[in-house]
């Protein structure tokens, strides 16, 4: 069976990368030709387009990610229109259904956001920060408003680039410049969590930092207590499972009846231990 | 002395192949690079890519992004750049968005609001480089990070908090001006030939190309103006004369300063137009519109043949430029290559595109 | 380093001048490269700027046709006070002027150069559009008149040679002529033929009613076509004098501000 | 004629001030941007920016852009860009990397390793660009694509799937040459210092700055360094020529070419010199480091006042440039603008920045 | 448009050739500048290159000097086959040229432009630097004694008159001189006072041993120094004469390619 992903991250984003590891995981078990697609940046318009392209070519399952509805709604109503199966995976879980998806896997980032922004609140945190090193991105962008919503309390958005050291910089910043800041919230364990736990360090404050996805090093600060959690959707299984699904039902008609959340996940000093490894290898 | 005959044979011409005189041409330098891409994606790809829905697919992003590249192309040619384009996409894209959605304006008003918007931008652009001397680099990448914050500051007001402006369809659907915009055009003509099985079409019959992109006629007809522009009429020569030498244009009667700013106007304006038809096309917008749109489009200028320096490229250059590079960016996922490969390819491909072009261009025009 | 000059200062001539320039001074940062010139052209000569390299004859002109603007000083275009913003204007004064760098594109074709700024157009409205054959046989035309048979009027000017060059800006300054041709050493790069040509012409045009001014280094050239001389050197103004006041070699010593001239044998007897 | 003293006074000059001669000189130009920036947020910033802290905190960014922005700042006077060292950045970061924790080998051969492989990457970049004789733009984007690509390739070989490769710090712990390139110089004498009071500490009695960041020390190095090359040698000679004119160069007797291709390669070492200290710092590495970090370095090199056509510029000029970018992006975190507004004072700032410098220059040098 | 010629052939002199150019052909695309043009030049003679404009004098000495390779034909440097893969290479085989262009940077100063390619350094090993005092003396002192008094030496060469320019370039090339100096059009832009500097300056190097190539559009500059003269038309040579065997106006008539020249009122008599 042809089986396509487009989604709206890149193969080298630490988050999608582990995406495309399920992806492949998937393939290598069902033995579907897949291919894992996307723009160069977070584009909406060029997304559009690559599911055209995928759709030309008239695979046997499409797996999308869906972080604008108006601006992919068209292409995927065409490809539902051309008779091709599509599962949304990570964002979308609300317009997936109306769109003509057949399920959805994943989680929705605002409520991980939310999720993460209560465990924070009742970690004793009251004025915080959410360290964006994409703003404009609208998936990143929901994280904060999820954060924002769940932490209750006064909170700002952090833009930054994607330099490590920047980050720390601007976090260090932050910090010293606000007294009354004691939680960062970074949006990517790699790019923005590690160089903010620097900063936390660094500035020689009690600052409660957590993150969104994991990456190895933040697993190991989670670990000494120098981050509080990772909130983790498990995204490995976003890739994994709607490949799996698209294949099954290629070969046999098969669907499960109902969406599949695949987080979200916290990740405390107890568990992250575990998963330090499995994060280094790009499967958490 | 009295012979007064242009056309006698000088001794001093060898007779000149019909290739090498085409060569010669900045317009038709780029075309070797897009033949040598098709053949290798007719090699490489997924068959679906060179049928009629998939030229179409390619088409639409090369298109959007060569109404950009012909703009910045003439810019280019008149010795200046434009970094803010990118940002101008999204910029105009949410103040379009506004008038249509939040101020429910009709397309006949909003869309000359919009080129007027834009247009003041690229005035201001023009007027800031010309009167300080300074670089139009830095000064249009002050515009990029202004325009660009400004268009999340915008998004968040007029939204109420979120970075992405929703409704854009459903406000504009009904207008007489609408089609011209956005959609597929020849739609009737094209379900006919659909009927008459010259058009592929789904399993469910409907045709698998509805129509042509508006986009893709707006391209092809702007590139056709531009090229008009460039080569028969006195702006165009004024053009060339600003970005060659700017003082020796200027003690020649060229009014170099009105041309630069006219060019500033006219490459914001162009970002408006893609502006204006992304928007209605996706029904939204989002902060991160047209994000590095201005490098894509001084890539294609120069995959053209632009020069940076200015004073040499044409329109049609920057035509196939776009294409070239619309085409191996789409083109690539038709193929087999894993994802993580893309960007090694895609850099590789511009790289022997460009190679090739001028091995081309060289071997024929006898250059050495 | 002074001069005792034994130049004679020469008579106004009857008509008014076309173009007056008062106390011209022009100053480049710290560089005072005119300390307080004063020329005028009139109707009919041709008024020659002699004087050493970096006399400031350059940058005189240069005020005078809307390049530079005078650090102080006054500019007459006939009888009224006129401070050109721009070449440009200066140019739809009626200042036709060849640089002596020529302003001339070297990517752009010969046809292109020849008519930059004031392209022939063909067609209306919408569709009025540069008149490229016209364009071309006259380009052709007038570098024929000055004795450079040209290859084609497309080859670029940056590689034809440099008295190709320097005809194409004579032609055209000679083409849209108007009232006072300035010609910065024009024949320098040019051969014989060309210069004799480019004398005949200054000859042609001044006898239409237009004022030439003409700079060069050779004294031959300049007695042979001028109608007055003024000398500048080092920034300052040695004085004007006119045809028949002055010998040639006279003039020569002026030109060399006063300093000897080295030793030559040969057959440069008196003029070089 | 017998007069032989140089020094007579000419009459055709005017005294100029001391300001003025200092102003001329393009390394100076940049000065007073620093100093309205310093101004500005002095006003508008929270104190905690000027102390010995905030100090460092700011410079250490504007140190790693500085390191590639002098190198591409060197280019650039010699005619000629490299888009690709960002990419580089993150390349020979991976390179590095893989040198110390897959291989296992010391610093004395991963260091001298990782320049090596990154001059290679700049040879080639370099010999392309002479050989084909295609603008440096071009053929350094494709590299910029590439080398991006061929990060990401590597680094999931290395791990076996994931984009990011860590344990560098342990690899490197205790190794004799790690203090040369990572943490801070000077810690003793910070430290004496604190006991002293002189500097600021914690509540727990240890220095709030522990020392002064290598990239600081490096940056500063690199920038005397290459004032030094630029103005002192014939080297620095060859480099203006090169780009200034490159025919006149050529016919000169400059080694055009050879200085090319040099300046390529120090351009990617000086990218390999950032990728060394942050990976070190850092501790890892993954497939977006250095990202847009070719873009930035030109930035600040234009804002230091070299010109984009070649042949003007200089290193201070750069080192200021980076400071001013670095100060602006980091400065602004420590104000209470709401950050929303981050890339319009961003871009405003740059802009005032520069058009201050250029209106201070002008009226100091009474250029009109 | 052919030339009938009374042009006398040379006898060559005594030495051996320094340079000799055999049957140089050289295109552009499909434009042909010079269709076999042979050359030599011996040490201690001012050979002289002539021609009306266009005709291909210029791309022959850029063929000798290694700034472009000849489409077809032979270079013998000292009896040796060469093949100049670059300027540099000829100048370090130990030719000198002044190009008509100057090959001048204008952002760069004098002194930067006189040592651009061979710097005087002083100090050693890793402390070898430009050594910035003696050139700026150098080239103050020779511009001097070209006749050019310079404001000062770090003055950017894109602010000097043209005059001053082209003496930088010819003071740099005579400095540097080694075998053979070759001056396309030095004299083109001087005044008078620096014209016959220039002048005496080929009497002295040639005096040295030294060959010069000398191009020139003036027949009396070319009379006062040259040895031998070589006249070229439309990129082919009408032939090779000794001084003293032709006379001003044949040369004059040979120069404009043949053609007749217009007529002018006034002291031109003979030769323009
Ligand atoms: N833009 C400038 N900046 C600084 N100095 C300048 C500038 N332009 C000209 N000068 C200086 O002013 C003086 C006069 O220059 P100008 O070009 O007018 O001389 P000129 O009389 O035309 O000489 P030539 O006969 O050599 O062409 C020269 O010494 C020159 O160095
Ligand atoms: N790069 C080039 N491309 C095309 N044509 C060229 C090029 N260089 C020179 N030519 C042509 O070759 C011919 C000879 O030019 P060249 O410069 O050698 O003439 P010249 O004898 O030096 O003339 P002048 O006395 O005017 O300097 C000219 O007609 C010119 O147009
Ligand atoms: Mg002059
Ligand atoms: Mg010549």
Redesign the interface.
């Given at each position: 069976a042809d089986i396509i992903v487009v989604a709206h991250g890149q193969?080298n984003d630490p988050f999608w990368s582990v995406v495309?590891n399920g992806v492949e995981k998937a393939a290598e078990h069902t033995g579907a030709n897949v291919?894992?697609?996307?723009p160069?940046?977070?584009?909406?318009?060029?997304m559009?387009?690559?599911i055209?392209?995928?759709v030309?070519?008239?695979p046997d399952g499409l797996a999308v990610s869906i972080p604008?509805?108006?601006?992919l709604?068209?292409s995927i109503e065409r490809a539902v229109?051309?008779?091709i199966p599509v599962i949304s995976i990570n964002s979308g879980s609300d317009v997936s259904k109306s769109l003509g998806a057949l399920l959805h896997v994943g989680q929705d980032e605002f409520d991980a956001g939310k999720a993460a922004g209560e465990k924070l609140a009742e970690l004793g945190g009251t004025k915080g920060i959410c360290v964006n090193q994409?703003?404009?991105?609208?998936a990143l962008?929901l994280r904060c408003?999820g954060f924002a919503e769940g932490f209750g309390n006064e909170i700002t958005v952090l833009p930054t680039t994607n330099d490590p050291t920047e980050i720390e910089s601007k976090v260090r910043a932050a910090l010293d410049s606000d007294p009354d800041i004691d939680t960062v919230m970074a949006l990517g364990a790699s790019t923005a969590g590690e160089p903010s736990v620097a900063a936390a360090k660094a500035s020689g404050r009690d600052v409660l930092v957590a993150s969104f996805d994991l990456s190895a090093p933040f697993l190991q600060s989670i670990v000494d207590g120098d981050a509080a959690f990772a909130i983790d959707q498990q995204q490995f299984l976003q890739g994994y499972m709607a490949v799996n699904f698209l294949a099954l039902n290629a070969e046999y008609g098969l669907m499960p009846g109902g969406n599949v959340p695949s987080g979200p996940n916290l990740i405390t000093a107890e568990k992250a231990g575990q998963v330090i490894d499995l994060s280094a290898q790009g499967i958490r | 002395?009295t012979d007064t005959s242009?056309l006698v044979v000088?001794?001093?011409?060898?007779?000149?192949s019909f290739g090498?005189k085409l060569m010669?041409r900045p317009e038709l330098g780029a075309i070797a690079g897009v033949i040598l891409v098709v053949i290798f994606f007719a090699i490489t790809a997924?068959p679906?890519?060179f049928?009629l829905?998939?030229f179409m697919?390619?088409m639409?992003?090369a298109a959007?992004l060569g109404i950009l590249a012909i703009g910045a192309a003439l810019l280019m040619i008149g010795g200046e750049f434009d970094l803010s384009i990118g940002s101008m996409v999204a910029f105009s894209g949410l103040f379009f968005a506004v008038c249509t959605v939040t101020w429910g304006f009709p397309l006949i008003i909003a869309i000359p609001a919009t080129f007027i918007f834009a247009g003041c931008f690229g005035a201001l652009n023009g007027t800031?480089v010309i009167h300080?001397?300074?670089?139009s680099?830095?000064?249009t990448?002050?515009?990029?990070?202004?325009?660009?914050?400004?268009?999340?500051?915008g998004l968040?007001w007029a939204t109420g908090?979120?970075?992405?402006l929703?409704?854009?369809?459903e406000a504009v659907e009904g207008d007489f001006l609408a089609p011209l915009f956005s959609g597929d055009a020849f739609q009737g003509l094209f379900a006919s030939l659909a009927n008459a099985g010259l058009v592929e079409t789904?399993?469910?019959g409907?045709p698998?190309v509805p129509g042509i992109p508006v986009e893709i006629i707006w391209f092809v007809l702007i590139a056709l103006l531009a090229t008009?522009i460039l080569?028969?009429?006195?702006a165009?020569?004024?053009i060339?004369?600003a970005g060659?030498?700017k003082?020796?244009?200027?003690?020649?009667?060229?009014?170099v300063n009105r041309v630069k700013v006219s060019l500033f106007v006219l490459t914001a304006c162009c970002a408006a137009m893609v502006a204006i038809i992304?928007v209605m096309?996706?029904?939204?917008t989002?902060?991160?519109?047209g994000?590095?749109k201005e490098f894509e489009a001084?890539?294609a200028a120069?995959?053209g043949g632009c020069?940076?320096?200015g004073?040499?490229g044409s329109a049609i250059g920057a035509f196939f430029g776009a294409i070239i590079f619309g085409m191996v960016?789409?083109g690539l996922?038709?193929t087999?290559f894993d994802?993580?490969?893309?960007?090694?390819?895609?850099?590789?491909m511009?790289?022997i595109a460009?190679?090739f072009n001028?091995?081309i261009r060289k071997r024929v025009?006898?250059?050495? | 380093m002074t001069v005792d000059t034994n130049f004679h200062h020469g008579d106004a001539p009857d008509s008014a001048p076309i173009v007056e320039m008062r106390d011209i001074e022009k100053h480049f940062g710290n560089i005072i490269a005119l300390a307080g010139v004063s020329f005028d052209v009139r109707p009919g000569e041709c008024h020659c700027l002699l004087g050493d390299n970096g006399a400031g004859k350059s940058t005189f002109i240069k005020t005078m046709?809307g390049?530079h603007r005078p650090t102080k000083g006054e500019i007459f275009f006939e009888g009224k006070h006129m401070n050109f913003a721009?070449?440009?204007d200066a140019?739809?004064a009626g200042i036709a002027?060849v640089?002596q760098?020529?302003?001339?594109?070297?990517?752009?074709s010969v046809t292109?150069?020849f008519?930059?700024?004031?392209?022939p157009?063909k067609g209306k409205g919408l569709f009025?559009?540069?008149d490229?054959e016209t364009a071309n046989?006259i380009a052709?035309?007038e570098m024929r008149q000055m004795g450079i048979?040209l290859?084609?009027p497309d080859q670029a000017v940056g590689t034809l040679s440099g008295g190709e060059r320097q005809t194409v800006a004579i032609a055209?300054a000679v083409h849209f002529g108007a009232k006072v041709l300035i010609l910065d050493e024009p024949t320098s790069a040019l051969g014989v033929r060309q210069t004799s040509n480019v004398l005949a012409t200054i000859d042609r045009v001044r006898k239409q009613g237009i004022g030439v001014v003409f700079i060069s280094h050779n004294v031959r050239h300049a007695l042979a076509v001028g109608d007055r001389f003024t000398v500048l050197n080092r920034g300052k103004t040695l004085g004007t004098a006119r045809r028949g006041e002055i010998s040639p070699e006279e003039l020569q010593d002026l030109m060399a501000g006063g300093q000897e001239l080295a030793q030559l044998e040969g057959s440069l007897g008196g003029t070089v």
């Open positions: 193969a495309k291919e894992f697609r996307a160069e940046t977070f584009d909406m318009v060029a559009s387009q690559l055209d392209a995928a030309n070519q008239e604008d509805a108006d601006a709604g068209p229109a051309a008779g994409e703003v404009g991105n609208v962008d408003e | 002395m242009q000088d001794e001093r011409l060898k007779p000149e090498a010669k997924d679906a890519m049928t829905s998939g697919n390619f639409t992003p959007q800031i300080s001397g300074l670089p680099f830095i000064v990448l002050a515009f990029l990070f202004i325009l660009r914050g400004l268009s999340l500051v968040k908090g979120s970075t992405q929703r409704g854009v369809r789904f399993k469910n409907t698998k008009y080569l028969k009429t006195p165009g020569n004024w060339f004369a060659g030498d003082n020796a244009a200027a003690n020649s009667g060229v009014p992304t096309d996706a029904g939204s989002d902060a991160r519109r994000f590095q001084i890539i120069v995959i020069l940076l320096t004073g040499y960016v789409i996922t038709y087999n994802q993580d490969w893309f960007q090694v390819f895609l850099g590789a511009l790289l460009v190679l001028n091995a025009t006898g250059e050495r | 046709s390049v721009s070449p440009r140019m739809e002027t640089f760098d020529l302003a001339m594109i070297p990517l752009m292109r150069n008519f930059m700024g004031r392209e157009t009025k559009r540069f490229t046989r052709v035309e048979n290859r084609g055209r």
